[in-house]
Each structure stands twice: as C-alpha cells, then as structure tokens.
C-alpha cells in the first residue's frame, strides 16, 4: 500500500512540475501527496528497481527508499541492516562489498516470478526512475550522507527529490552539505517537537 503524506501543493503533484517555482503563499493549499513506501511493495519486491517502476506506473507521485552504505562504500537501496529478510543471501549490509551484494537474489523470496531481481544502488534507481516518479530518500544511519548528496545533484534531481530520516543530525550534516536539497524529518512520537524542528530547520 502507498503511503500517503501530507505535502504543499508548490510540488504540483505530478514529476513534470514537482520542478515548478515556488508560488506566493496566498496561492498555496495543503494536499495529499501519494508516496509509495519501498515502491509498489505490496505486488512487488520492495526496494527495487521493478518495484519503483510499478509505483510510477500505478500512479504514485514519489517512492520512499532506504539507503544503506556496503563495507566498500557503495550506496544501496535496502531496509533492513541485514540482506537476510529479503534475499537468498544472509550478513550484514555494513559487512558486504556491492559485488556481493549485487549477486544476491532480491525478487524470489517475495514470488518466484521475480526471480533475478537484484538489490539496487542509489544511482541505478535515480537513472531508472528519472521523468517517471519522484524520491523520497530515507537515511537510515549515517555516512552516506555526502554520497547520496552528490547523487542527487548528478543525476539531476534537485526538484523531484527529498532526504529524510529519523536520525535529524543525518539532515543536519545534509543541509551542510547542499542547502539545497530538500528534506523531511521523521518521528514516530513526540509531534510537537517534530514540528518545531521541521519549522527551525526549514524542512520540505
């Protein structure tokens, strides 16, 4: 199922116009943005490269996706810290080089049909998704920080796409880096103090 956020209509609602000017504040009205968590991740194999493309597909204006960072440095879309849950393989995503990552299957233990999905990297989805759908890029620990940073302004994708994350010094260190890129806190208590932190650092 999608995720469905709440988000300022200057995005426009649709990857054509997500780059729009922003538009005087009497012009704007809250809506709903339809965010697809991990992709279309209830039909297929979350965090890839098929799943994103269905979301797109479906109508999702964004995909939301975890990135993690393999033991060589490499940036890749996955949830878990482990590969175990969601692939033939088992270890520690920290502990893996993406050449081994790479070659673990990611599509068949969701349905046998998705046999030979691979877990992404970063770049491959940006490359994937580009005119297509926007990104919702969740860090979920730090030391990707600057990488996802610079894959963002790579590939072009100021105006379609977010960081977000739990971990606001991760945010902080984003900010720093490019003032930029837009970002999203996250919180699952405490909605008073997500707010004014939202508000003081100038989230999306």
Known sequence: MPRVAQFDTSARLNIKSFASANRSSTERRW?????????????????????????????????????AATSDGAVVVIHDDTVD???????????????????????EK?????????IPTLE???????????????????????KVCELIRKHDALATSMVSSFDWK????????????RIALLAEKDRDALIEAAWKMGAY
Request: charged fraction near 25%; proline fraction near 3%.
């Open 170 to 181: 991760a945010l902080a260190t984003v900010q720093a880096i490019d003032p930029q890129i």
């Open 124 to 146: 491959q989805v940006l490359k994937a998704v580009r005119g297509k759908v926007g990104l919702n890029i969740e860090i979920k620990e730090g030391a990707v920080e600057r």
């Open 31 to 67: 809506r709903t943005l339809n965010i697809a968590h991990r992709g279309s991740s209830g039909t297929f194999p979350e965090n890839t490269i098929a799943a994103f493309l269905a979301a797109a597909n479906e109508g999702a204006q964004m995909c939301e996706l975890d990135v």
């Open 85 to 107: 849950r969601t692939t033939n393989g088992t270890g520690a995503v920290a502990y893996l080089t993406l050449k081994k990552i790479q070659r673990l299957d990611a599509g």
């Open 110 to 118: 969701f349905d046998p049909r998705f046999r030979g999905e691979r």
